[in-house]
């Protein structure tokens, strides 16, 4: 799964230098529940990305394995285009 979404992360910031998590599944839409943003969260604290613990972010997180969805308030996470 991660591999899916550096390609996604990778596809958004080919025209932009940087952009957060909740932009970033407004494209690409979460569709394996936490799974899926355990592993957005892991590929965050890889430079050149960062994680905002001072700023939270609202994310919908869908699992569409059991047909359902939740609303999740995390810390930002900004995915930066390497330089």
């Not at 613990?53 to 995390?74: F, G, P, R, Y």
Request: glycine share 2%; charged share 25%; net charge negative.
């Amino acid at each position: 799964m991660q591999q899916k979404l550096l390609a996604q992360i990778a596809t958004a910031l080919k025209s932009r230098v940087e952009i957060s998590l909740s932009e970033l599944i407004e494209i690409y839409p979460i569709e394996c529940g936490m799974e899926e943003v355990v592993e957005y969260l892991e590929i965050a604290h890889q430079p050149p990305h960062t994680i905002d613990d001072d700023v939270k972010d609202s994310i919908e997180v869908a699992n569409i394995l059991q047909d359902s969805q939740m609303k999740n308030t995390m810390p930002r996470i900004v995915f930066r285009r390497q330089t």
